[in-house]
């Protein structure tokens, strides 16, 4: 799968970690940084993550910042996204089952690399149930729109 990662200084580390398991399960990762721990502002790196999935250059994507809120609040203003901020596992399997959530985000101050992990692995393999959902998506688009 065609991965979009990206992150603030906050979630740097965990972003780096992220992007190595990602890249050793042999998928292909679109790292649109931050490349380092220095301060810088998460809007615009989530953006540009965002805007890969949305225009179908990734499958997926998945976001760290301190909280996981601010990247996935940004994520959630690109037309497309469905971002959810998982703090678990189940998390990010109910909000691919029944959400169809195409961007994952991640606490890089709370989150374990071994639980981050998991989350991301679980949001890769979970598919979309559809039915009753795929009609609440739809009016989530039509929302958006
Ligand atoms: O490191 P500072 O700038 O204090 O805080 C940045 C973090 O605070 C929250 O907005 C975000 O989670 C962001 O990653």
Do not use: W
Request: charged letters at 25%; a negative charge.
């Amino acid at each position: 799968m065609r991965i979009a990662v990206g992150s603030d200084h906050a979630g740097f580390h965990l972003k780096e970690h992220v992007a190595a398991t990602l890249r050793a399960a042999g998928h292909e990762v679109v790292d649109v940084g931050t490349t380092s721990p220095d301060s810088v502002d998460y809007p615009g790196f989530a953006r540009d993550a965002a805007a890969l999935v949305a225009r179908g250059e990734a499958e997926r994507g998945v976001l760290a910042c301190g909280s996981g809120v601010g990247v996935a609040i940004v994520a959630n203003k690109v037309g497309g996204i469905r971002a959810v901020n998982a703090h678990d596992p189940q998390e990010a399997e109910m909000s691919r089952r029944h959400n169809d959530a195409n961007v994952v985000t991640l606490s890089g101050a709370r989150l374990e690399p071994g639980t981050a992990d998991e989350i991301v692995r679980t949001f890769l393999d979970t598919d979309f149930e559809g039915g009753r959902h795929a009609r609440r998506v739809g009016q989530i688009a039509d929302i958006e729109a």
